[in-house]
Structures are given as structure tokens and as C-alpha cells.
């Protein structure tokens, strides 16, 4: 499926406002609603919306630490790496779980409350993953700037 300018209008507004409703979107894209509504389920159908969530704010969730931790295995075999790929995605504070180029094998999201809690963290689940040769913390000081919405 080629996306038109239409369809890519459609994404820049829902990935802003996921909760617009269709007859707000239609006129936003400048399309009869029936005709909107066609296309979205389209460009659902089509995999290029994934899913529809609520963003919630981690600091009124108590979780205003941010944690990016870099992760070296002690080897690259598949059995290795799926392994931990598997432990870690059972993690909680994990939002993000990326295989890296370059010095380290993984880079982690992790959120926490606080120093004291990412020590938790750390001691109760990042200890613990298989293959772990290295680890090396950075904490975030502040978010300058950060989205989801991509590029379009």
C-alpha cells in the first residue's frame, strides 16, 4: 500500500490526537466523514496504525527518574541473545529494549521513582538477566525534548 498526502495528513493528526473524533478528523483532513473513517480503518487494516494508547504523564505516576542503561553480553550466540531478550522483556520499569551497534549489545529505557528505587531495579531484575557481562547506568538529568509522533 503507497500512502497519499491524504493518508499522511490523517497520521500526523491522529498520532497528535489518537482520541479526535472521525467527524472532527474528516473536516481537520478536509474529507466527508464516511470517506475518513474508510481510510483509517485502511491504514489500520494495512498495519500502519498499530494500536490506539493513553500517554500517561511519569512523573504524576511517581516514575520522574529516567534511567538508560547499556548492556553487554558475554557472547552473541542466538541462544544468548534470545534469552535475554526474553528476561528482559519481563521487566516492568523496561519501556524500551533496543539491540545496539557499537560498544554495547543492548541500550534499556528504564523508569524509576527515584535513585533508591533504580537500585531496586537493578539489584532485583538487571543483576539477574542471562549473558550479562557488563552493565553501565546513565541517569537522564531532564527531558529537553521528547515524542512519539514520527516523522511524516
Known sequence: MTLDETDLRLLRVLQKQGRISN???SERVNLS???CHRRVQRLE???FIRDYVALLDARKMGRQTTVFVE???SGQADETLAAFEK???RVPDVLECHL???SADYLLKVVAEDSEDFARIHRQYLTRLP???RMQ???ALRTVFKTTALPL
Open 23 to 25: 467527524a472532527d478528523l
Open 33 to 35: 466523514a464516511s470517506a
Open 45 to 47: 487494516e494495512a498495519g
Open 71 to 73: 548492556i553487554t553480553l
Open 87 to 89: 528476561a528482559v522483556a
Open 100 to 102: 545496539m551497534a557499537g
Open 131 to 133: 549473558g550479562v557481562a
Open 137 to 139: 547506568s546513565s541517569f
